[in-house]
């Protein structure tokens, strides 16, 4: 008996060392995949936020570029030096009356509105010459005029502070006959770029976007009461029991004018609580004249890895669940094996015996099989009662709501002690079950076997578990009970929000896309309006000759009026379209076809004109559509732009661009094929991927084809697809078509 007691013991230690063997496993591997999945997301979010900080660097300096380009060819303008001549000419005589006569000055004001708070002519020495709309008191002027008289150029000038609001002044230094005459300068304001191009930025629930100068002292943030303030003398000042080293080392590399992404733990701004976060901070320099800004893109850190840890949590509870019913199967199974030996045993014994009783033997053995059979029975319903996923409750119908009996998963769920649970009543622990829900209840269920519902249990200290619940009625001769099976929803839940989530990243990537895209076509309207320009430039040349000569009657006068009304008419259709594609609203509406490659083409015309490109538009028959026509214009404007750039980079002798678009029953078909000599097969299969792009040499994002693929497939319900064609690349988008009978308010 010693003998075999101790193998029995071994064997169950052998079963205890596997299991706790293969639960340290799998608890090792699912935490080093966490680790693993933890540092390739930590490293995407710094790669997208460092390209947002980058991105928002390039746009403040492409505005102060264009404020300093226009400027100077204002102040070449053949009309404004001629009227400068003539106010220098005026006051020398001491008549004032010509400063009212600077109509380029006004003119360009009134394009620059939105940027610009006014525009300014002075002497050589500041006094005023000329103020639109408004006088200026010449803030800021003391360092940045004598920098333009020195350096004889363009100047970007110095951050100034005039009631409550910053500023900075673009100089332009204008020189007749080689001698400095004037200065014409425009004064900007901070707040007009912050709100513009700065406030957009989003980064997250907390996150946001901020500006610093290169002395650390921030110049725009969504807290109107830190601007201005030196960011590490007020941390330092506010919280001087935080170690702000992490901060103080990215701001040393800012000051330097590095770029990057930092990791470092401080306050949000908008917790009043006043509790230390760890952050992202992505920054980039956006160089302003001889000096530079940082622009700031902070990010919370538990944002990003929250769910992760959320995820591998209950990943690896699922599995020592797992390993634990295996560890129950296998003692079961011994057990089970154990009595089977026991069992034979005594079947011999009793054979042995029967001649002495027949009798009793077959009384006793009768006896003792219904008895193992009663405590199999027993047994194998506690087993399934307690050994299921799920917590299952025993509800007494007699005393409404009383809990009978519960399982262990129960106890564990709910963190109460069992007695306190069979203490209770269902109400106490429900969301929404009352004693009239159960009664209600109770009617449903004599109709139908078994009733579904969602609720919530509240667990011990605080805790809530969304459940979903299927009951049944238990009868038996002394009383009715109801066995109610909750199943835990919280992973169905999370999926749900994870679903919301990504809906909001893809409208992130589309807002990204066209952010993207804004440089292009910035170029390509300054194309359109350079020819404009110029003719407007000669046909006041033209009336200033004709004047000159005595040849301006009132029909040469007309004729050249109507020219320059074409010529701003223009001018102006170009803007309206570069609003449209870039109009924010997300409401649907039925739109032909025609009217968005149409108004596309026209962005792209000047860059295809450029490049020596012809574009072979064929539409066998215009159709209505349905879903937002700006967003279609971006699909259309990243393939077109896509086929541009492969026929300039692989400087194809055939330049060719065929649009064609068919109409077949319930579908439009749109094919776009380029000569830009294809792609290879390996970067076809992944073209429609997000950040995938074969041109990093030609600053490609690889965002264009994956928003379009998104665009397509999620908002018009359509598909797209590549392939190699003839001369090039062929993409093929397929839109569901409006019938006639569900055409909206046609």
Not at 270 to 283: E, G, S, W
Not at 480 to 505: A, F, G, P, T
Not at 518 to 529: F, R
Not at 590 to 602: G, K, N, P, Y
Request: charged share 25%.
């Amino acid at each position: 008996m010693n003998i075999r007691h101790h193998k029995i013991e071994l064997k169950s230690l052998i079963i205890l060392v596997f299991s706790s063997v293969v639960m340290l496993i799998i608890v090792s591997a699912s935490y080093l995949n966490y680790k693993a999945i933890q540092d390739n997301v930590v490293e995407i979010e710094q790669y997208q936020l460092l390209s947002q900080a980058q991105t928002l660097a390039k746009s403040i300096e492409n505005f102060f570029t264009n404020q300093r380009h226009n400027l100077e060819i204002l102040a070449k303008n053949r009309n404004f030096i001629n009227d400068l001549k003539a106010y220098s000419e005026v006051a020398e005589a001491g008549d004032d009356i010509y400063k009212t006569q600077f109509q380029n000055i006004v003119d360009y004001y009134v394009i620059q509105s939105d940027n610009i708070e006014l525009i300014r002519i002075v002497d050589s020495e500041g006094a005023e010459i000329f103020s639109y709309p408004s006088i200026d008191y010449g803030q800021g002027l003391e360092v940045d005029l004598p920098h333009v008289k020195a350096v004889q150029s363009t100047v970007t000038g110095d951050i100034y502070k005039e009631n409550g609001y910053l500023y900075v002044n673009v100089l332009e230094p204008v020189c007749i006959e080689d001698e400095l005459t004037a200065v014409l300068y425009v004064k900007v304001k901070l707040d007009t770029i912050y709100y513009a191009m700065v406030a957009p930025v989003k980064a997250g629930d907390m996150g946001y976007a901020s500006v610093k100068d290169s002395d650390g002292v921030l110049i725009m943030h969504p807290n109107r009461e830190d601007i201005g303030v030196d960011v590490i003398e007020a941390r330092v000042g506010a919280y001087p029991e935080f170690d702000w080293s992490e901060l103080l080392t990215l701001i040393e590399k800012q000051k330097r004018g590095e770029s990057g992404v930092g990791i470092y733990h401080s306050l949000w701004f908008t917790d009043n609580d006043q509790k230390r976060v760890k952050k992202f901070n992505a920054f980039a320099p956006a160089f302003i004249g001889n000096d530079f800004w940082v622009i700031n893109i902070s990010k919370d850190y538990e944002e990003v890895v929250t769910f992760l840890k959320q995820r591998t949590y209950a990943v690896m509870i699922v599995n020592f669940f797992i390993v634990l019913l295996y560890v129950t199967i296998l003692f079961y199974a011994y057990r089970r094996k154990k009595d089977r030996a026991l069992m034979e045993k005594e079947r011999m014994l009793l054979t042995q015996v029967k001649s002495l009783n027949e009798e009793l033997e077959e009384d006793i053995a009768k006896r003792i099989i219904l008895e193992k059979e009663l405590i199999m029975s027993r047994n194998k319903f506690q087993n399934i009662f307690q050994s299921g996923s799920d917590c299952i409750f025993v509800i007494n119908t007699k005393d409404p709501g009383k809990i009978d009996e519960v399982n262990d998963k129960v106890v564990k769920s709910l963190e109460f002690e069992k007695v306190e649970l069979l203490g209770k009543r269902y109400f106490d622990i429900s969301s929404i079950v009352t004693e009239k829900y159960l009664e209600k209840l109770l009617e449903e269920l004599k109709r139908n076997q078994n009733v579904m519902f969602e609720d919530t249990l509240k667990a011990n200290h605080g805790k809530t578990i969304p459940v979903e619940i299927n009951v049944r009625i238990l009868e038996d001769e002394k009383a009715e009970q109801l066995v109610m099976i909750s199943r835990d929803i919280s992973i169905k839940k999370r999926y749900e929000s994870e679903m919301e989530e990504k809906k909001r990243w893809e409208a992130l990537m589309i807002y990204q896309s066209r952010l993207a895209a804004m440089g292009e076509m910035i170029g390509s309207i300054a194309h359109q309006w350079r020819q404009p320009l110029s003719g407007i430039s000669m046909i006041f040349n033209n009336l200033e000759d004709a004047y000159h000569y005595n040849e301006l009657d009132e029909d040469y006068l007309k004729k050249q009026g109507k020219r320059m009304q074409a010529l701003v008419k223009y001018m102006s259709q170009t803007i309206d379209d570069f609003r449209f594609f870039f109009n924010p609203k997300n409401d649907r509406e039925d739109f032909l076809i025609s009217s968005v490659v149409d108004r596309t083409l026209e962005f792209l015309n000047e860059s295809v004109r450029l490049n020596n490109i012809e574009i072979i538009y064929e539409l066998e028959k215009d159709s209505l559509i349905y879903g937002r026509p700006n967003q279609l214009s971006q699909v259309l404007f990243s393939i077109l732009k896509n086929a541009i750039d492969a026929i300039v980079i692989c400087e194809a002798d055939l330049r060719k661009i065929w649009i064609k678009i068919l109409q077949n029953e319930d579908q439009l078909t749109i094919e776009i094929e380029d000569t830009g000599g294809g792609t290879a097969h390996e970067h076809l299969i992944k073209i429609f991927d997000a950040y995938y792009t074969t041109k990093e040499a030609h600053n490609g994002t690889g965002l264009g084809l994956y928003i379009s693929k998104v665009i397509v497939e999620k908002n018009f319900s359509g598909r797209i697809m590549a392939r190699n064609g003839q001369y090039g690349l062929c993409i093929t988008m397929v839109l569901p078509l409006i019938h006639p009978e569900e055409m909206r308010g046609v």
